[in-house]
């Protein structure tokens, strides 16, 4: 794999589930080398054409590895929590996943908050971190170029195209302590959340932060959009 011209490391952009309907993020999202989509993602929603990772939590990844679910039994499962004609066409789209990296995403809080301690982060998962913080902190570890999507960076309502607006969360995750290690990370450059700190209007701007946009974001929002 090719990394950015301007790096040393290749670039793996790590992207949650928030819609945008107004900022055209195609070309953006695929200027990265490596597209890392969370549980039931796929492309072509103003989130990129491609995918090269997919990170499963346990009971998604059982359902659909090392055989398909049938899809009527597929839809049953999550139709109460999720919206019934995005779990359907993920259904669809995921024999087009078979060249990627599907990986299932395991809890395994104590090597990561290892990991954060080795990096003097002060925070640490109290709970189990939900697929999209797994999928990062794997690739911090495995010495990737991180940047961080489409995730929430301050307290919000949750925001995801296939996720019942209703749909409550779940006890097992604490969101105080990702929202706390995702600022860190990024205010200490072991990752770049800049893209989560986007509006979705229909011209490039930011949300009020003390937290900074990187002049790589910048420069890569320019270029593409």
């Known amino acids: ?9 290749p670039s793996v952009l790590v992207m949650g589930n928030k819609p945008f309907m107004h900022l055209p993020l195609d070309s953006v999202v695929d200027s990265f080398d490596y597209i890392c989509r969370c549980n039931l993602s796929f492309p072509f929603l103003n989130n990129g054409t491609k995918t090269d990772a997919l990170y499963l939590c346990p009971h998604i990844y059982e359902k659909v590895i090392p055989t398909l679910m ?9 139709e109460a929590s999720y919206e019934k004609k995005y779990v359907e066409k993920f259904h669809d ?6 060249k990627c990296l599907i990986k299932k995403a395991l809890n395994d809080d104590s090597r990561f908050n290892n990991f954060l301690k080795s990096k003097n ?3 640490s998962f109290s709970k189990l971190p939900r697929t999209g ?16 999507s489409h995730f929430s960076i301050e307290s919000e309502t949750r925001a995801s195209f296939y996720v019942k607006p209703s749909r409550y969360e779940s006890d097992c ?3 105080t302590d990702e929202l706390k290690i995702l600022q860190w990370l990024h205010l200490h450059k072991h990752i770049d959340a800049s893209l989560c ?12 932060s003390h937290l900074s946009i990187s002049d790589a974001i910048k420069k890569r929002l320019h270029k593409h959009l």
């Open 1 to 9: 794999m090719e990394s950015d011209k301007n790096m040393d490391r």
């Open 70 to 78: 049938a899809k009527d039994v597929f839809v049953k499962k999550y």
């Open 93 to 98: 789209h995921f024999p087009s996943y078979n």
């Open 121 to 123: 982060c002060p925070y």
């Open 133 to 148: 913080y797994v999928a990062m902190i794997d690739f911090l570890i495995k010495g990737y170029n991180v940047f961080i």
């Open 173 to 175: 995750h604490s969101k």
């Open 197 to 208: 700190l986007l509006k979705d209007a229909p011209n490039i701007s930011f949300k009020e």
